[in-house]
């Protein structure tokens, strides 16, 4: 018999928009942009890929600590998150994620530079493609890697959002 995964679900409002946060019984595993219905067929697939058989419960108590510090790094209260989590991606993938966490509040990165951090000097494609894959947006603040020349690059939130992102963090002027 196949054992079933629990894979509980919330949803939140944010200056960006609705987020979808996602949990195992471990910890958090993904917060996407946008509500659970948009978000569906992302989160099926992802969830077929990890999980033999998944059965998702709507859980807010869940979810209520990683709510409650995104709602305090919204208001500006808050410069790093302290949630459990359980990460579902390759050794690679996992490596990337976890040195964006090191990048500090209001501060940027290349590519390249979290290539040399993670002590990957070559793979700077590979490094974009982990980011691309980041499932954990914000906690993980990928909006913080830009271009080596400056500029904002690459977002799967948007480059609206990751511009947000970055104003609200004070990392970059804003536009008029």
Not at 107 to 122: C, G
Request: net charge neutral.
């Amino acid at each position: 018999m196949t054992k079933r995964s629990f894979l509980y679900y919330d949803e939140m409002d944010s200056p960006l928009g609705p987020l979808t946060l996602i949990s195992t019984e471990k910890g958090l595993c993904r917060i996407d942009f946008g509500n659970l219905r948009d978000t569906e067929p992302k989160l099926t697939s992802w969830s077929r890929k990890y999980f033999l058989k998944s059965e998702w419960i709507q859980n807010e108590e869940k979810h209520q600590v990683i709510k409650q510090q995104l709602n305090e790094y919204f208001s500006e209260d808050r410069k790093t998150f302290d949630v459990p989590f359980d990460l579902y991606g390759t050794p690679f993938q996992q490596t990337v994620w976890k040195a964006l966490a090191e990048i500090p509040y209001g501060e940027t990165r290349s590519y390249k530079d979290i290539s040399l951090a993670i002590q990957a000097p070559k793979a700077i494609r590979a490094v974009g493609g982990a980011i691309n894959k980041n499932p954990l947006s914000i906690v993980f603040p990928c909006h913080r890697v830009i271009g080596s020349n400056g500029a904002l690059v690459g977002y799967a939130g948007g480059l609206e959002k990751k511009e947000h992102l970055l104003q609200h963090e004070h990392a970059i002027a804003i536009s008029s």
